[in-house]
């Protein structure tokens, strides 16, 4: 129960793993300040959108979502709502909302999300706006205070920013160069929050594979190294890690992977499209032959494990032959699940000044045809897992349903009875029956 006389936030977060963490961040901050969390963001007193630019769409959901809350703006003139995250790296975007959303009290960027707290202070005994948007990191940010979403698991950032620059991607330009934190700030972090109950933790970066951050002595450490030293840390019970760029995953990364039994065995492997043409157009640095080599060798060498990816549809020049080589690589490695995307046109980016755009009506109608074909070859892939007897971490009860949702190492999820007590445990579950990318499974 929330009492009256107390301030709350809601924190509404668009986009990717690594802006959930800063929400988590961001959340840390306002407890420390004595705020808790509102039941929504008309009634709260700070609410802050995390947003997102990767997609085009994520700005009229923002901007819908902003206008709704005009009126309780006006009705309690001590409120403040704040806009950061990607987005806010975009200057056409600032000025939309200098313009047209004057209620909105604080914006701020990517690279200076460790000065919330002040930014807060300042929104709150300042009468005109806070806006503080830099161009770039003045370095790796400091360590901040976090409130979980699970009191068990929790994201720690290994890296910021992408080097890449795959042509459709505005990833780089709002998130800056590639910066590493350093081996012990990791490690001690993670030993903190085992202290304090987390059982697992995923380790985020956009390319985690180009990880090069210092040990104590300054040597380099490479991102297999860290996660070998990480998977060994006492208590730590699962270890996640995201997102793998296929043109730098390594054999060395495969056998930590293999020989680390709380590693789990989940590789989320964005491939983007089975062209290797249009691989070429988007900068990816592999080719379709070289990345199913890559997918063959991790099933060979880690049973069980998921391989999951994403896919854009529509990137300029696709030609029907190159959205074709798209379906059929679907269908000969089979993922464990796919997540699909329309391409989107990002200002900025190269792809955006590439003039043989396709058609929307097209990449529409090859959105479902893909749709389709992810749908047909997943399924073939979860049917071996039935009749045996999986280790599942509890994640939640659903209080409608009454069932408990547990994850597998493999990142599949599996509904069974069981009580409200076993959430953030690790129980044996028998898997049933099959339910396109979840199972109904037994407690043992
Ligand atoms: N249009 C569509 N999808 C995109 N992604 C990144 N940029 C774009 C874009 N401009 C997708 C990629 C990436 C995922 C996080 O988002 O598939 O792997
Ligand atoms: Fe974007 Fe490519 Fe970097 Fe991923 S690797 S964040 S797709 S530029």
Redesign the pocket.
């Known amino acids: 129960m929330i009492s009256k006389s107390q301030k709350t936030y809601k924190i509404i977060t668009f986009g ?1 793993q690594m802006n959930a963490r800063d929400s988590e961040k961001l959340a840390g901050v306002l407890e420390e300040k004595g705020y808790v969390e509102g039941i929504d963001d008309v009634s709260s007193d700070i609410v802050i959108f995390n947003t997102c630019t ?2 085009e769409n994520a700005s009229n959901r923002l901007y819908g979502r902003v206008g709704y809350l005009k009126k309780s703006c006006m009705e309690n003139k001590n409120k403040i709502v704040g806009i950061c995250g990607c987005m806010m790296q975009e200057k056409d975007e600032v000025e939309t909302i200098k313009k047209k959303y004057p209620y909105v009290k604080l914006i701020f960027g990517t690279h200076n999300i460790d000065e919330f707290s002040l930014y807060i202070d300042r929104a709150l005994s300042e009468d005109k706006r806070v806006i503080e948007v830099r161009d770039k990191a003045l370095g790796v940010e400091r360590d901040m205070p976090s409130k979980r979403v699970f009191p068990f698991k929790c994201g720690v950032n290994i890296m910021y920013g992408c080097d890449n620059f795959c042509a ?4 780089p330009y709002v998130r800056g160069r590639e910066r590493s934190r350093d081996v012990k700030a990791i490690i001690d972090e993670i030993k903190r929050d085992i202290a304090d109950g987390v059982i697992e933790v995923m380790l985020l970066g956009q390319n985690v594979n180009s990880y090069k951050g210092k040990d104590t002595d300054g040597n380099i450490v490479s991102f297999p190294d860290l996660l070998d030293r990480v998977c060994k840390i006492e208590g730590l019970k699962r270890v996640r890690f995201m ?1 793998s760029h296929p043109k730098d995953l390594s054999d060395e990364l495969i056998k930590v992977v293999r020989d680390n039994e709380n590693c789990c065995k989940h590789i989320h492997l ?1 491939v ?1 499209s089975g062209s290797t043409h249009i691989l070429e157009m988007m900068n990816r640095h592999y080719t379709r032959d070289s990345y199913v080599d890559i997918v063959d060798k991790i099933r060979r060498e880690i049973p069980d494990v998921a391989i999951t990816t ?3 549809v529509g990137f300029p020049g696709e030609s029907e032959d190159d959205f074709e080589a798209t379906l059929s690589l679907v269908k000969e490695v089979k993922f464990d699940s796919v ?1 699909t ?6 200002t900025g ?1 190269k ?1 955006a000044s590439m003039e043989n755009q396709v058609d929307e009506k097209v990449v529409k109608d090859r959105f479902e045809r893909l749709l389709k074909e992810v749908e047909s070859s997943s399924r073939t892939n979860i049917d071996r897992y039935i009749g045996r007897v999986i280790d599942v971490l509890v994640e939640s009860k659903d209080r409608e349903k009454g069932k408990l949702t547990g994850r597998l190492s493999n990142n599949y999820l599996v509904h069974f009875d069981g009580d409200e007590s076993l959430v953030g445990k690790i129980v044996d579950v028998k898997l049933i029956k099959p339910f396109g990318f979840y199972f109904e499974g037994k407690l043992c």
């Open positions: 990717c990767v997609r459709y991607c505005i990833v997102t964005p983007q994403d896919i854009i997540f995307f329309e391409y989107s046109k990002r980016t792809a």
